[in-house]
């Protein structure tokens, strides 16, 4: 495979996309007016979703174009080498497998890639970390003085967290009855102290989930758990305050995920109790590994399978549907139209699901650790403007707090509007208000008339004659005045099921890897979070009390930490 990408910007379509963009103006109530086929036109299904296209800014003759551009910087040969394992992570020189870890189990020929029999291998993991869920779950696993595991405590950060508990939060209704699922992240002390609240040593279990095992906020947060556990445990009299004792403690409330299984055993942990994941899957494409046992403990292994069973329903669409039809794809290079022509800088994500109120931060490091980067995968400095910022709430919330940017800022904001037919909670509000809301009326109806309404507003906004009409005085009118124009993209589900959600996952796993072939990006590495975390080591003498360490920093940070020590 060569490391030199396409440059998407000296292809003809590129050129193509220019002259278009010179003559277009978005016109979404004029396009809608006059063309009532344009909403089917641009619908689009991708396993259970259904992905309405049709409010973006966009002709068929820019998507015409940007499906060309597909072709130009070689978008289906540069899907068939991530999903063959190729080394597409050049800066790393590693395989870019994450579809391996949901392929069918059976799928014949079998996945080798450089001497490894990859389906084996993740079927072998997969069944190990069942297992465990089930010994976790039927109660046959214990705790140190023989009492069920009541608690799981992943101890995590970025990949190693933000997957697990976003799907944690979303499939809460298929977790009644079993294990309580907590997660710790920062190195805050605050968030184990607050994790930890409340729990009863002798009835959690600590899963200590990182992919190098060398992460210092997770390491320390998982020290910071084992002293708790020992604490615990010793003051409750429930174990001897014994070397012995508490390595035994260990292996009873202390498991591993990691790619590194050296290093667990290193941490006192039996590597028996470990399950391993590969160093082709990264870290932000990680839920779906080891790296969601809490999440099989939590849901069962079937749940965690399901889930699987998603992700592997849109891989199968990426792979094999055509451009023109190709969810991922579409939205994909719709971003690149967004970012490189229509000058956007941010993209909001608004699930109109209580339960999915993570999924936007689980997208951030997903998007933006995967496409920040200003060079491209030669070494090369980009010849385009690269990621967008990602960002977004859980509607209703955010119509009372940002969406008045979205409706009359200065900015163009794509957003993805996301929302499901059947409600994991159907209630029903028996008294109503006497006024909007008849009495009996579903609640999850008002919801969805709130989603349906939000992109209409955004497409066809309201008109200053449209105020008019309404008796507004006339120095009211343009305040009141909706431009419209505003890009939405509209995705719905029947509901919110575990494979769902994994559809919804690998979607923007391919969203991503879209664009950065497009920008000709490694999307896989992440060298960026290094110097901060080298620079942390350094400044932490100074922090401490060290005064060499304070003298060789910057006056502003000299200054800074020197405030923290007079305020200690
Ligand atoms: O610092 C960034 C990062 O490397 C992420 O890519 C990763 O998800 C996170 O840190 C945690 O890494 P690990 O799983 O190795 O602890």
């Keep these: 495979m060569t490391t030199t990408p396409a440059d998407a910007t000296a292809t003809p379509s590129w050129a193509d996309l220019q002259r278009h963009h010179r003559d277009f103006r978005g016109d979404l109530r004029g396009w809608f007016a006059t063309d009532p086929g344009r909403a089917e036109r641009l619908t689009r299904t991708a396993g259970d979703l259904l992905v309405d296209l049709s409010k973006n800014l966009v002709t068929d003759e820019t998507l015409e174009i940007l499906v060309r551009l597909a072709h130009d910087v070689d978008l289906p040969a540069r899907t068939e080498a991530m999903f063959t394992g190729e080394h597409i992570n050049v800066t790393e020189d590693r395989a870019v497998l994450h579809t391996a870890l949901r392929r069918a189990p059976g799928t014949q020929p079998p996945l080798v ?39 799981v405590v992943n101890i995590g950060i970025g990949g190693s967290d933000l997957g ?32 930890t609240a409340g729990l009863d040593p002798e009835t959690t279990l600590f899963i200590v989930a990182s992919k190098t095992f060398g992460t210092l906020e997770t390491l320390t947060n998982a020290r910071l758990a084992r002293a708790w556990l020992w604490e615990g ?37 039996d590597p028996a109790n470990a399950f391993g994941f590969w160093d082709w899957v990264g870290g932000r494409y990680s839920v779906d590994s080891a790296i969601g046992t809490s999440l099989a403990i939590a849901f069962g292994p079937d749940v965690f399978r399901e889930l699987l069973a998603g992700f592997r329903t849109m891989d199968e669409h990426f792979r094999s549907t055509p451009l023109e039809r190709n969810v991922p794809a579409l939205m994909g290079l719709l971003n ?13 994500v608004l699930p109109y699901a209580q339960q999915l109120h993570r999924f936007p931060a689980y997208l951030q490091q997903l998007t933006m650790e995967s496409n920040g980067k200003s060079v491209r995968a030669d070494g090369s400095p980009v010849t385009s403007q690269t990621g967008e910022v990602f960002w977004g709430e859980p509607g209703t919330n955010g119509q009372h707090a940002f969406y008045q940017l979205i409706h009359q800022g200065t900015r163009t904001i794509p957003a993805d509007f996301i929302a499901f037919a059947t409600p994991a909670y159907p209630l029903t509000d028996a008294d109503g208000d006497g006024g909007a809301v008849r009495p009996g009326a579903d609640v999850h109806e008002l919801f969805l008339a709130n989603f349906f309404a939000q992109t209409k507003a955004l497409a066809f906004g309201k008109t200053a004659d449209e105020v008019r009409a309404e008796g507004t005085a006339e120095h009211l009118v343009s305040a009141r005045t909706f431009s419209g124009n505003r890009p939405t993209t509209s995705i719905m589900a029947p509901a919110l099921t575990p494979s769902v959600l994994g559809q919804l996952v690998a979607l923007y796993e391919h969203v991503t890897f879209v664009q950065g072939v497009v920008w000709g990006i490694d999307s896989f590495d992440q060298w960026g979070v290094e110097l901060g975390k080298k620079l942390a080591l350094e400044i932490a003498p100074a922090v401490s009390g060290d005064d060499e360490a304070l003298a060789a920093q910057d006056s502003s940070t000299k200054a800074l930490v020197e405030y923290y020590r007079a305020h200690r």
């Design 113 to 151: 890639v450089d001497g490894q029999d990859v389906d084996a291998d993740v079927a072998r993991e997969l069944d190990k970390l069942s297992a465990f869920a089930d010994q976790v779950r039927s109660g046959a696993w214990t705790g140190v003085t023989g009492k069920p595991v009541r608690t």
């Design 164 to 195: 697990p508990v976003m799907v944690y939060e979303a499939l809460a209704p298929y977790g009644e009855g079993g294990p309580a699922a907590r997660f710790v992240s920062n190195i805050d002390p605050t968030d184990v102290a607050q994790k």
């Design 233 to 269: 445990l010793v003051a409750a009299g429930a174990i001897e305050d014994t070397d012995e004792a508490r390595q035994a403690a260990v292996g009873k409330h202390f498991v591993a995920v990691s790619t590194a299984l050296d290093k667990v055993a290193a941490f006192g942990i």
């Design 336 to 348: 690149v139209w967004y970012v490189n022509f229509l000058d956007a800088h941010t993209h909001a």
